[in-house]
């Protein structure tokens, strides 16, 4: 079968390599979409970071959707046929993923690694459910009640997501902050935010203050990954102070990192010590599966405009390409 196989940094190869091989608790499934993730970008422009390396000849493609072709013996409850999207694969050499025509999921478990798609999702958006989910860990980790004003730094897939999440979660006063010039219009066109900020030509800390009564976010969710945006994050949520009414200290904000950074950050973190500000990092969200399924399924996210692109298998090289011009790109999706 054609796989876009990992070369180098910034060398990617659709080449032929041999067929996925069905374990005895595994499935196979035909590749029907599969999305570019922020963190393939990372992997494929410079080799990964410390906690995820990439290999030469390591396949990519954690963000898929397909068709379940083959079905091992000791596979319960899932068939052929069947509109499957599949988590465990794409981020290691050992297990391939779904940059390719087909991709074996060596444990399937239904619930637990393989997720059936409602016939209201269509295989586009199946392919995205991985990034909502990511979406929803981040708006559980920085938790915000209704009335909370948050701020997200980074409107890509990751941004969009967590703002709708928040948005379907009641939360009403949500803060975008971005440079890309597409990713800030569809951050106002899906209503996502109530607010958006063009980070090139304003300065976020300071809208944030003015549209806070200078008091700051209550959650910041940092999906850029850049030293200027962890600044903003940790300098635009608000600081705890002491409430003379309650007689009690109301502690800081909450700085959520979802986003994977290149380089080192020099700084100086008194300001959460001083503040009682807590710093949150994540990664993933496997158990919200299902309420992602069910946000897309009954309208209350909408995926479908954050596909900006959709490229061919033997595109890949220029998907990836795609991907960082920010300007243009949101979703890029690469169906065999
Ligand atoms: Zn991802």
């Excluded at 309650?246 to 020099?266: D, F, H, M, N, S």
């Excluded at 405009?305 to 990836?320: C, G, N, T």
Aim: with cysteine; glycine share 10%.
């Amino acid at each position: 079968m054609n796989a876009a196989v990992y070369h180098g940094p910034g060398d990617i190869r659709v080449e032929k390599v041999s067929d996925p091989k069905l374990e005895a608790d595994g499935i196979i499934i035909q590749i029907k979409a599969c999305g570019i993730c922020g963190s393939d970008i990372h992997r494929w422009k410079i080799g990964g970071v410390k906690e995820a390396r990439m290999e030469v000849g390591q396949v990519l493609g954690h963000e898929f959707s397909g068709e379940v072709v083959e079905v091992g013996a000791n596979v319960r409850k899932i068939e052929k046929g069947q509109r499957v999207v599949a988590i465990g694969v794409g981020l290691r050499l050992e297990v391939p993923g779904g940059f390719a025509e087909y991709v074996s999921i060596p444990l399937a478990r239904l619930k637990r690694t393989v997720f059936l798609l409602p016939d209201e999702i269509s295989y586009e958006e199946g392919a995205m459910l991985e990034p909502l989910v990511v979406g929803i860990s981040a708006a559980k980790k920085g938790n915000p009640t209704v009335q909370d004003t948050v701020a997200i730094l980074g409107m890509g897939i990751i941004g969009q997501c967590t703002a709708q999440v928040l948005k379907a979660i009641g939360v009403s006063n949500i803060i975008a902050s971005e440079i890309g010039k597409k990713r800030l219009a569809l951050a106002k066109t899906i209503g996502a935010a109530d607010i958006v900020i063009n980070a090139l030509e304003e300065d976020p800390i300071e809208r944030v203050l003015e549209a806070t009564s200078g008091v700051g976010a209550d959650v910041v969710v940092e999906c850029a990954g850049v030293p200027a945006t962890f600044h903003q994050a940790v300098d635009m949520v608000r600081p705890s102070r002491f409430d003379m009414e309650q007689k009690r200290l109301i502690p800081g904000g909450k700085v959520v990192l979802t986003a994977i950074y290149e380089r080192p950050i020099e700084w100086l973190p008194n300001r959460l010590v001083f503040y009682n500000i807590d710093l949150l990092g994540m990664m993933g969200g496997e158990g919200t599966f299902p309420a992602a399924i069910d946000l897309v399924k009954t309208g209350k996210v909408d995926l479908k405009p954050l596909i900006s692109h959709v490229f061919p298998l033997d595109q890949a090289r220029e998907a990836f390409d795609t991907h960082i011009k920010t300007d243009e790109s949101v979703k890029i999706l690469i169906k065999p």
